[in-house]
């Protein structure tokens, strides 16, 4: 199963499950009518159990939508599909092998991926086995070979939709031309390191760098050239910060850092680290590269909105102080 940081995804995800189980169980149902007439009656019994299965399992994955606690109804639902299948195989071969085929896509739809190929690598094994036993060497090749592929082909298939939601998820979260996270992605992560730190009991701190002068470094050297510039700025920084720590552009010449567990003396300590570096290393093409840097760190009962208005206005001071410093200087 693809597992994404997402609301809509983790809300859609076990509604999309209740549907596809209820249909499952109405087709076991029309299924059984149609063996009973052939006077198929073992298969009519084995697949009668599978009806309840799919039946709790939509039930209980629909009451408990709104929690983590729904995914593990899928494994004891696998394993009965499979063990129920197996079970019948050495009577009904040619027929059960068939509803065998079915297994990969649906052990990939319910459950994650590393687990998903463990149970069909298993149920291949199995089937192998016991398809030995009961008809010729060659049948048993053939389907063994037959389904190996098609846990091949499902495995692949959902690597690559894994692949796809990766790369969704990081357009989404990502500034395309820094490499940063973007404006969105920061108010979503601030307020939840806000309430961890406020249940915790840590500090929390957010740092902001303005590139001095940006509009000039377009006019002089062209937005290519600070476009090409915007990722080495950002893997420097980057390079100064905590591992926990998280870098984002919220507008062209403003980037924040988001420090859990940071309190105002470290904030300070690598606030000032971060403007010595920028400003010691050369920048290609630039001469220079000049930055305004500020650092607050959260107070009581103090929210995203306003932990990150009271750091603009410390930024807006410094930015003024540093202008009347290269007035007074000129």
Request: aromatic share 10%.
């Amino acid at each position: 199963m693809i597992s994404m940081h997402s609301a809509p995804q983790e809300q859609l995800l076990p509604r999309l499950q209740v549907v596809v189980y209820s249909l499952v169980a109405l087709a076991l149902l029309l299924l059984i009518y149609d063996q009973y007439r052939q006077g198929l009656y073992p298969l009519v019994l084995a697949n009668a159990v599978s009806i309840p299965a799919f039946l709790f399992s939509a039930a209980y994955i629909y009451i408990n939508r709104d929690r983590d606690s729904f995914l593990w109804v899928n494994y004891p639902l696998v394993a009965a599909l499979a063990g129920l299948a197996l079970f019948q195989l050495p009577q009904y071969p040619h027929l059960i092998i068939h509803y065998l085929f079915a297994m990969p896509m649906f052990a990939y739809f319910c459950l994650p991926m590393a687990h998903a190929t463990m149970v069909n690598i298993c149920v291949a094994a199995a089937m192998g086995t016991l398809l030995w036993s009961v008809v010729d060497a060659t049948t048993a090749i053939r389907y063994t070979t037959n389904f190996s592929f098609l846990v091949l082909s499902t495995w692949c298939f959902s690597y690559l939709t894994l692949l796809k939601g990766v790369s969704l998820q990081r357009l989404a979260l990502t500034d395309q031309v820094s490499g940063a996270y973007n404006r969105e992605h920061f108010y979503h992560l601030l307020e939840r390191e806000l309430a961890r730190g406020e249940a915790t009991r840590q500090s929390v701190s957010i740092i902001g760098i303005v590139l001095d002068d940006y509009r000039q470094l377009i006019d002089l050297h062209g937005n290519r050239s600070v476009v090409q510039f915007m990722p080495q700025f950002v893997k420097k920084i980057r390079q100064l910060i905590r591992g926990e720590d998280d870098i984002f552009r919220l507008e062209d010449d403003l980037v924040m850092l988001v420090l859990p567990d940071c309190g105002e003396e470290g904030a300070i300590v690598l606030m000032e680290r971060i403007k010595r570096k920028v400003q010691e290393q050369s920048w290609r093409p630039f001469a220079e590269v000049s930055i305004s840097v500020a650092a607050v760190t959260r107070n009581a009962d103090e929210d995203s909105e306003s932990i990150e208005k009271r750091l603009l206005k410390r930024l807006n001071k410094q930015q003024k102080t540093s202008l009347q410093i290269a007035a007074f200087s000129d």
